[in-house]
């Protein structure tokens, strides 16, 4: 069955950066693009972008570019995504997630991991 | 600030039939696909609708989605206690945020009275 497992919590500094993995199973890793959507306490959920894991393309949304970055390692199945320049309003849970009747119907999630920036 | 607006919130009763509206615009309702999503306390969201008005397998037929116009509606009929979670509206833009944006709507917490 697939699956997306996330990395553990993490507590950053601001100013550092963090990177998250979302690790797929269960179907062919380059064959549908990962999407990373995050979500503060008590918020509502933001899209912080996409990558094509087959060809590494990428797409971010404007409010993050220039400081979130996505890759992915494919001969272990693991997408990345590293954020920078930390600040307090990026703690949140982030979340990987698959589609699955298209692209952006996004039916796989990884369980979320916490971010926590904090001095 | 999320450019897919939805009420804070809504609630009924067992059985009863709940819509949830989500309001957008040409950039994004009117020019592509809606997409909804249920999210229960400390979990992922689940996809509940794709394209507008189509169910994922496993999905109850009690919940359905419409779009008309910038507008879409997701409407839960024959409410259960399960039902209660927040709701999430979601669909591409191409408007001022710049091109390509995924945007979700603000989100209406459901309560089963």
């Known amino acids: 069955q697939v699956q997306l497992v996330q990395s553990g919590a993490e507590v950053k500094k601001p100013g550092a950066s963090v990177r998250v993995s979302c690790k797929a199973s269960g179907y062919s890793f380059t064959s549908y693009v990962i999407t990373w959507v995050r979500q503060a306490a008590g918020q509502g959920l933001e899209w912080v972008g996409w990558m094509n894991p087959d060809s590494g393309n990428t797409a971010y949304a404007q409010s993050f570019q220039g400081r979130v970055t996505m890759t992915r390692d494919i001969s272990i199945s693991t997408a990345y995504m590293e954020l920078s320049s930390l600040t307090s309003e990026d703690t949140a849970v982030y979340f990987c997630a698959r589609g699955l009747y298209d692209s952006s119907a996004y039916y796989y999630w990884g369980q979320g991991t916490l971010l926590t920036v904090a001095s | 600030q999320s450019v897919l607006t939805q009420p804070p919130s809504a609630s009924g009763t067992p059985g009863q039939r709940v819509t949830i509206s989500c309001s957008g615009s040409s950039s994004n309702i009117g020019s592509t696909y809606v997409y909804w999503y249920q999210q229960l306390p400390g979990t992922a969201p689940k996809l509940l609708i794709y394209?507008?008005?189509q169910r994922p397998s496993g999905v109850p037929d009690r919940f359905s989605g419409s779009k008309s116009g910038t507008s879409a509606s997701l409407a839960i009929s024959g409410l259960r206690s399960e039902d209660e979670a927040h709701y999430y509206c979601a669909a591409w833009d191409d408007g001022l945020s710049g091109p390509g944006l995924y945007v979700f709507g603000t989100g209406t917490k459901v309560t089963v009275l």
């Open positions: 394209r507008n008005n």
